[in-house]
């Protein structure tokens, strides 16, 4: 059972990632101040260091919170289920995802890009725990002879979230009026002619 101090500071930390990802993904983290983000998230800043030692360390947080989030929900996704209806799940879930959270995906795309950042490291294993759900489904969709066995499991895994990631941002910028389900299915007949489910 989940105690009332222990509540406060979950939903304190929730908008505090929250007003992280909206201001980093409008003016990019070095114009973010930790002022900004307390005043956004409702706070005062002695909060936000309560919290968190540093802005930085709010940020490495906050990758861990949002990728979590996004790895959780593909093994949801596809538990239980055949490898080609997985897949078409994992795709669903990636999406479906960044529509709820779309200041993160921003965030999480121009990120990946920067490799100069403390935090890249701590980036590339989060990315790698999530593509690891995706390429254990390629390979027991490979196993069980679903597809292809000559396919590069852990490049099309890597392949399949960019896909999805970058497809996902552009939708939300840029053609924000087509549904979830229309970029869902335009996705997946891209993805059904190369890996064949």
């Known amino acids: ?22 201001l980093i993904a409008e003016h990019g983290f070095s114009a973010t101040t930790v002022e900004d983000i ?5 706070v005062a800043k002695g909060t936000v260091y309560y919290n968190f030692p540093s ?4 940020f490495e947080e906050l990758l861990r919170h949002g990728v979590g989030l996004l790895t959780a929900d593909f093994r949801a ?12 799940a994992l795709i669903r879930a ?6 709820r959270h779309r200041s993160f995906a921003q965030l999480l795309l121009s990120e990946m890009w920067r490799t100069n950042r403390e935090w890249h490291q701590t980036l590339q294993l989060l990315r790698g725990e999530a593509v690891d759900v995706i390429a254990q489904v390629l ?8 597809f292809d066995a000559a396919l590069d499991v852990r490049m099309a895994a890597a392949a399949l979230f960019g896909v999805c990631l ?12 087509r549904t979830l389900a229309d970029v869902q299915g335009a996705l997946i007949t891209v993805i059904r002619a190369r890996v064949g489910i």
Not at 1 to 22: K, P
């Open 77 to 88: 996704a596809a538990s239980g289920v055949a490898p080609p209806e997985a897949v078409l």
């Open 94 to 99: 990636e999406l479906a995802y960044i529509e």
């Open 38 to 42: 307390a005043l956004r998230a409702g």
């Open 166 to 177: 970058v497809v996902a941002v552009d939708w939300l910028v840029f053609e924000p009026d």
């Open 139 to 146: 390979r027991r969709g490979v196993d069980e002879g679903h």
């Open 1 to 22: 059972m989940v105690d009332g101090r222990t509540r406060r500071r979950t939903d304190t930390r929730q908008r505090l990632y929250d007003a992280a990802m909206e």
């Open 55 to 58: 802005k930085n360390a709010l």
